[in-house]
């Protein structure tokens, strides 16, 4: 558990670093100098997506029922997607953007139906193991199987 936390708590700070660098001043302000605006805004929505299926495994694994796990999941990276928003906003040569906090929410949205999806499948194929348990039948002596 102490890993997935460090996990997230790691990948908090790169968002919240790239948030507020500040296009061609340091390392990291070249390199967003180099990416184009448009990429930069695409890239909310896979990076919260992530974030919140992170902290709903989180949750998953804390023994958080799925609804549970998948609200404040999406909620936890909207916030987060909010305060980097604002903490971009301080920044020389940002701005903070409320398209951008949309992606990130879509993005957040995106990973709680993938693992919505994922648990109702997999409740789904736990309902269908005794059946297909049932029609297994051990190989009986003297018996070949072709």
Excluded: C
């Amino acid at each position: 558990m102490l890993l997935i936390v460090a996990v997230i708590a790691g990948y908090m700070l790169l968002l919240a670093g790239l948030a507020v660098a500040s296009p061609g001043i340091g390392f990291t302000g070249s390199l967003l100098h180099l990416v184009p605006d448009d990429w930069r805004d695409a890239a909310h929505v896979p990076a919260y997506g992530l974030l919140a299926g992170l902290a709903m495994v989180g949750f998953r694994l804390r023994g958080w029922p799925i609804r549970y796990a998948l609200l404040v999941g999406i909620a936890f990276a909207g916030v987060f997607g909010l305060w980097t928003e604002v903490a971009q906003g301080t920044a020389p040569g940002r701005e903070a953007s409320l398209h951008d906090l949309l992606n990130d929410l879509l993005g957040a949205m995106m990973a709680g139906a993938l693992m919505l999806w994922q648990h109702s499948t997999s409740t789904q194929t736990d309902r269908l193991e005794p059946a297909l348990r049932a029609n297994l039948h051990p190989p009986r002596k003297g018996t070949s199987s072709r």
